[in-house]
């Protein structure tokens, strides 16, 4: 039987006026109905509060809950933590500016897959690399999630309860996302695996700082598992970003954006 959960889509921006539309538009042109839309905008002082007020109206009239806020915030993860303190749903997905779901039927074929047995459900991503090009990842499994994000949060459902429970650690300024996964899969949380694509995820995003991201991200898996777990993957991924942040900064951008989209290929 078919799911009839309400589901909470929160979208946080800030001077997107660009990206802003096709996010929206991803949203509430979707299919499944039962859904409300929330959007965190931190002040922007371009067209973004403008666009946001705009699509209301089209939102209501095709019954989606249709919120906003605009103000200051303390960056990404306090914008998030105000969207989950305003969701009423059951499942709470997080669609940024700049991202947008794969198609208008991707929350019908999950809405089956969101089961009360479940905590966490997550599918595949395409990866935006320009305008031209995309690549295509496949979630991996949750024992590797020690490696660093599994999957996209765009391609992520969680249950809002569970998420107010635990909102984002702004400790973190890229890596909060994965803290809270990582604690919830400490916590020995129901994850699951649906495999679809469901996001179209900017990889010019904040976490593309790839040194940043280890950096956050082996502090998170030491605090969890001890200061020595998995030392060595850590030294090896340090060891490759290093090496591909210099390697980006020697090559001709064109030819990064070829040999990323090549290896994508299926």
């Known amino acids: 039987m078919m799911s009839k959960a309400k589901l909470s889509i929160v979208t946080i921006c800030y001077n997107a006026e660009k990206d802003l539309p096709n996010t929206i538009k991803s949203v509430i042109d979707q299919g499944y109905k039962n859904v409300e839309y929330i959007i965190i905008d931190g002040g922007s002082s371009d067209n973004s509060l403008d666009i946001i007020k705009y699509y209301e ?17 303390q960056g990404i993860y306090d914008a ?5 303190s305003l969701a009423t749903g059951e499942w709470i997905n997080f669609m940024n500016a700049g991202d947008r779901f794969v198609d208008s039927n991707v929350l019908l074929d999950i809405a089956p897959f969101l089961l009360e047995s479940d905590d966490i459900v997550y599918g595949n991503t395409i990866d935006k690399l320009n305008d031209q090009n995309n690549r295509y990842s496949r979630a991996k499994t949750v024992d590797e999630l020690y490696k660093g994000s ?4 765009q391609s ?26 990582f604690r919830m899969y400490i916590l020995g949380k129901r994850f699951k695996h649906v495999d679809k694509y469901i996001a179209i995820y900017d ?6 700082n790839n040194l940043a991201y280890l950096k956050e991200m082996k502090s998170i898996v030491r605090y969890f598992k001890g200061k020595k777990a998995h030392a060595w993957y850590f030294y090896y991924l ?7 942040y210099h390697l980006k900064k020697l090559l001709p951008s064109s030819l990064v954006v070829y ?8």
């Open 203 to 208: 990889l010019n995003g904040i976490s593309s």
């Open 150 to 153: 599994i999957f996209c949060h």
């Open 156 to 181: 992520c459902f969680v249950r809002l309860a569970l998420h107010k429970e635990y909102p984002f650690n702004l400790n973190y300024n890229i890596c909060a996302d994965f803290d809270f996964f």
């Open 57 to 73: 109206e089209l939102a209501l009239s095709r019954g989606i809950v249709y919120k906003w806020l605009s103000e200051r915030d």
């Open 238 to 244: 340090n060891a490759i970003f290093t090496l591909k």
């Open 80 to 84: 998030l933590n105000k969207g989950i």
């Open 259 to 266: 040999i990323k989209a090549s290896r994508s290929k299926k």
